[in-house]
């Protein structure tokens, strides 16, 4: 093995522990009583505060804070907007759907990613890949398909809609990583992202009037746990691994997310998925594992 593919292999395994890290999230917000977008903002509250004292305690990333353009600033704070949104519409999304279909739709992400990469970056996808994709895809609407029912939640349909918006915002917050980090640093760069979608967070708090506090205690650990295990290990983990794969890689991966978390909600909530589900998860395995294997 030469060092290109030993650095390939390594950080494709690494990209894996922080999808499982990251699928943890959808069973921390199940224990949380807060509104989504409380929830959220306490989760980049706790992550911006973890962080603070890691980038000033180096001199190497106070002197790459202190030097970015501003060009730099406003694609990171963009990315942060992005990554905001998702975090509230998915959040939402997992009020009204079941773990295991808002999960593996959140991350069709792949097929925005997958265009927005050819478009925006002039980067060709193999048919093999193209093939790969559609099939991931193919096994989301499967599980989208069984929520019709409406047994998964409050109303099924619209969060398996909402879990598809954050898809498309979660690929536009990858995308402009896959810019910045080609001249950042991972610890600056999510430092500066974090930021972005926490002060994102306050300003839509604001606007809908949802007050700040007066829940329980458990969605301060809760989202502590979503900062330590979601956002630190999961999405930093995500942003790190852009130095090295394709964010089509990258995003593709992420589908198997949805195999840890409905192992999560088993245990957990005894959140057993049906048959349709199962079904439409197997195929989206069946893409991941293609995509993989041809890349």
Known sequence: MNERSGSNLKAKLILLAGVFSCSMSSAFFRYMTAPST?????????????????????RETRKELLSLKGKDLAFCGLSGLFLAMHFVVWFESLSNTSIASSTVLVNTEVAFAAFGYLIFFGKKIRKKEI????????????????????GAGKNAVLGDILALLA?????????????ERSHMSTMVYTYVLYWG????????????????????????????????????????????????????????VKLAGPVFASISAILLFGEIPGLIQ?????????????YAKNS
């Open 38 to 58: 409380i929830a959220a903002t306490y989760r980049l509250g706790w992550t911006v505060l973890l962080l603070t004292p890691l980038i000033f305690s180096k």
């Open 131 to 150: 093939l790969a994709i559609g099939i991931a895809f193919l096994g989301s609407v499967v599980i989208a398909m069984a929520d019709t029912g409406g």
């Open 167 to 179: 898809a498309f915002f979660s690929a536009c917050y990858t995308l402009i990583g896959t810019r």
């Open 197 to 252: 979608c926490f002060l994102s967070l306050l300003v839509f708090d604001a606007v809908s009037g949802v007050p700040m506090t007066g829940y329980e205690p458990i969605n301060w650990i809760m989202s502590l746990c979503l900062a330590v295990f979601c956002t630190l290990l999961g999405h930093s983990v995500f942003s790190w691994s852009l130095k090295f794969l394709t964010p089509t890689y990258v995003s593709t």
């Open 278 to 290: 199962v079904a439409g998860a197997a195929v989206v395995l069946a893409g991941v594992y293609l």
